[in-house]
Each structure stands twice: as C-alpha cells, then as structure tokens.
C-alpha cells in the first residue's frame, strides 16, 4: 500500500505543470548547448560548412593562440564594470531606501529604469551622439573655456561609460529590493549601542545585503562579459573583445566551429563564476 501510495504521488497530476517549463528548457536551453558542444569538437571545410567529427584542436587552438588576450581584456572590462556598478549601485539603492520617502521610491524606481524601456542600440547611439567631436558634451567643455576638450568617443574610457550605463540598474534593482526589507530596528540597536554610522553599515546593512549583491553581481558580470555591441560602437572597433571574437567567427569568418569552441569556454567560464558567486553569498549568509 505505501508503495502504491509513492507511486500515485511521484505521478501526480500536478507535475503536469511542470512539462511547459520542461520543453521550454530542453528546447531553447539544453538542445542549442548539445548543438554548440557538437560543433565545437567538429572542423570547417574550405566553403566554411561544421565538419563533425571529435576532436580537441578548437579548444587547444584557443588557449594556445593569441585568443587569450580578448578573454583576459573581457574578464578586465566585465570586473571593472561590476565593481563600478557596485558602488554606484549601493549608492543608488541606500538612497532610494532610506532617504526618499517612501511614497515616493515607486516613482523614483520608474525614473531610474525608464531607459530601460528604449532599444538597447539606441541608448548606445545616444552616448555616441554625446562623446563625438562636435557632440554636447565637447560644446559644453568648449563653453566652460576648454580650447582643446579630450575626445572621449572610440577610447576604453567611453567603453567602460557605456558598460556602467547600460548595467547600472541591473545592479540598483536587487541592491534595493534587498534594502527595502532591512528592519530598520537592527540599525536603531547599533546606533544605541553606540556604533557610528560607519560602523552600523558594515556590521548590519552590508552583511544583510549580501544576496542583493550576489544577485546584482551576476547580473551585471554575466551580460557584460559577452557583450560585443557596446565595444564595437563606443570604442570604434578598435579592441577585440571575447565578444566580438565569437561574432567574427560566425558572421565574417563562418568558422562555426572556433565559435562554438570560443562560445562553450566562455559559457563554462560563466557558470564558474556563478558556482563561486552563489556558494560566497550562501556561505556569508549562513555566518
């Protein structure tokens, strides 16, 4: 009878629920990574059509080639964006959660994430407007008395402006939904106890923030390491990025099958960076 019972229960008709979400996985997840495994270990005949076979050489011809360089400069660019991002984020949220009032943080949060709703490119195009020789920004400077303003357009310091840009909210939104839910009473208890202001944000709102961070960290690193627009256009295509090398391999080279090598290293790198993301969070949590 109780093996009856588990059996009607492990075949309920509630796990029928989970079958769309099943599919959806198998078919836009599962499916396209077995596809770029397969290529990846394949070769390019001479009309650039994926030769299957099983073979290392992709892989090998990545870590021992020149291809290192734009997955150093990525992982350079990707830490540096999240790191920006981190701190303006923190800043952002701290202030949305304990400085505006409340009924007024909806409308700010709607503000903040409003150039979320335009295109991606757009808002790139934007920038690109802004930074250019003769954009608003080399006006302004001219105005305040700058005879020779620096040109900032195609240079790593406007890639990076970018990057922050676009990422920026990414990081503000998990940073204030874990603020929001702070009680405030921890903070009153460590002031009464006579800790400054410094010292009640390290020892009470920083620790209690810290899925907030890993979530925003994961969000911010994980787009900004594969991201091959913004260098292209604000650094003038000037800098090969991991990014840009997997969009040359299957757009301008049709070497399908580097790409999906290039492709698979970055998305084991990724879920690498996950695993120690998810596993320091939980860890600090648990302390």
């Known amino acids: 009878m109780q093996v009856e019972a588990k059996r009607r229960k492990r075949f309920s008709p509630g796990y029928l629920v989970l079958v769309p979400a099943g599919l959806w996985l198998v078919i836009f997840m599962v499916l396209p990574m077995v596809i770029l495994i397969v290529f990846s270990l394949g070769s390019r005949d001479q009309l650039g059509k994926v030769v299957l076979g099983f073979s290392l050489e992709n892989y090998l011809r990545f870590w021992s080639g020149p291809y290192i360089t734009a997955l ?7 830490g540096s964006t999240t790191a920006i991002c981190l701190i303006f984020g923190l800043l952002c949220a701290l202030w949305l959660a304990f400085v505006v009032p409340r009924e007024r943080q909806g409308l700010f949060m709607t503000l903040f994430v409003a150039p979320l709703w335009t295109s991606f490119l757009l808002r790139i195009y934007a920038w690109m407007t802004i930074l250019r020789p003769t954009g608003l920004l080399t006006a302004l400077l001219c105005r305040t008395g700058i005879s020779h303003p620096p040109v900032l357009l195609y240079t790593p310091a406007a890639v990076l402006l970018g990057m922050v840009y676009n990422y920026l909210p990414f990081m ?56 091959y627009v913004t260098p292209d256009l604000l650094g003038g295509a ?39 993301y998810l596993k320091y969070g939980e860890a600090t949590n648990q302390a």
């Open 238 to 276: 000037k800098t090969m990025f991991i990014g840009n090398l997997i969009q040359n391999q299957f757009l301008t080279v049709r070497d399908w099958a580097f790409g999906s090598a290039v492709s698979t290293i970055l998305i084991g790198i990724v879920a690498v960076a996950i695993s120690v």
């Open 72 to 78: 150093g400069r990525s992982l350079l660019l990707a």
């Open 172 to 227: 503000v939104l998990p940073l204030y939904a874990s603020l929001e839910k702070l009680d405030r009473r921890l903070l009153e208890a460590a002031a009464d106890l006579g800790a400054t202001p410094w010292r009640a944000f390290t020892t009470v709102t920083l620790p209690l923030s810290v899925r907030g961070i890993v979530a925003g960290v994961i969000m911010v690193f994980i787009p900004s390491l594969g991201d």
